[in-house]
């Protein structure tokens, strides 16, 4: 069972499991038309009915933080076999050091839920997707050649959707795994400047970083509508990680048996999205 199935992770990780030949329950609030033959689409209200028979459920902490502590119970009167719960690599940091609280996300409690469950678990951490350029670029991509963003220096080893997919896949069968929670990662760091010019690249499309003072950003995307909380906090994260060794793991090798997707990976499958 997937919870979170329409979700960055949830529809890749549905491609995986029925690839291996997995039987896939997909829990969805809205109806769905391009999963794969075979899917069986459940909605959150019928997850009691559709529980029995399930050997292992994947958790999304956003789609499930209302009502974790039920699902949980309800798994376990069914006699699931095991939980794999998806964090994030900065679960252990301070509420205050987590920008993704202040959009609602709840990854450490949903995983403490888990783990404290008496269900067998597995808990993957992944870093920071890929994925959040697009939000952070696309449209300035669109208008021309210069981004213009804080901190160019900064890096992170983004990690591609479909790693963390593969990775919470084997989760879910693999023994070896039980009990262990795995931050993973993207192959090498890579700075928001690099990135840029990666996506040029890729694209087709010179690009190039303008670094202009956090303030100034961070003012940007508060008129534009996002939290001011949230603004403040990844503002806050990228001057304290500034002069950090950025995080780099080889959870993804490890498990998976080849290295994790590069940022110009990424990028290269989502070329129609920049374009």
Not at 21 to 48: C, F, I, K, N, T
Not at 204 to 224: D, F, S, W
Not at 242 to 252: G, H, I, K
Request: charged share 25%; net charge negative.
């Amino acid at each position: 069972m997937v919870t979170g199935a329409t979700g960055t992770i949830g529809r890749p990780l549905i491609d995986t499991l029925v690839a291996a030949g997995r039987q896939v329950r997909a829990v969805s609030r809205r109806p769905v038309a391009d999963l794969p033959e075979g899917v069986e689409v459940v909605s959150p209200d019928a997850v009691e009915v559709a529980m029995p028979g399930v050997e292992s459920l994947f958790v999304h902490p956003r789609a499930t933080k209302d009502h974790i502590g039920e699902l949980l119970k309800l798994a376990a009167v069914c006699g699931v076999d095991r939980v794999v719960v998806m964090s994030a690599i900065n679960a252990d940091d301070e509420p205050a050091h987590q920008p993704s609280r202040y959009n609602g996300d709840r990854n450490s409690e949903v995983e403490r839920a888990v783990v404290a469950s008496g269900l067998p678990w597995v808990s993957v951490r992944p870093s920071s997707f890929a994925m959040n350029t697009l939000t952070m670029w696309r449209t300035q991509v669109a208008a021309g050649d210069t981004v213009f963003g804080p901190y160019a220096s900064f890096a992170e080893a983004v990690i591609h959707e479909r790693d963390v997919a593969d990775v919470v896949a084997r989760a879910m069968s693999d023994e070896a795994l039980l009990g262990r929670r795995l931050p993973v990662t993207g192959p090498e760091a890579v700075s928001l400047a690099q990135m840029v010019t990666i996506i040029g690249e890729v694209a087709g499309k010179p690009l190039r970083y303008q670094e202009i003072p956090a303030e100034t950003v961070a003012l940007g995307m508060i008129q534009h509508g996002l939290d001011e909380q949230f603004v403040r906090a990844l503002m806050d994260r990228y001057a304290r990680e500034l002069r950090q060794t950025p995080t780099v793991t080889a959870e993804v090798e490890a498990i998976l048996g080849r290295p994790a997707r590069s940022f110009a990976t990424w990028v290269a499958d989502h070329r129609e999205a920049w374009l």
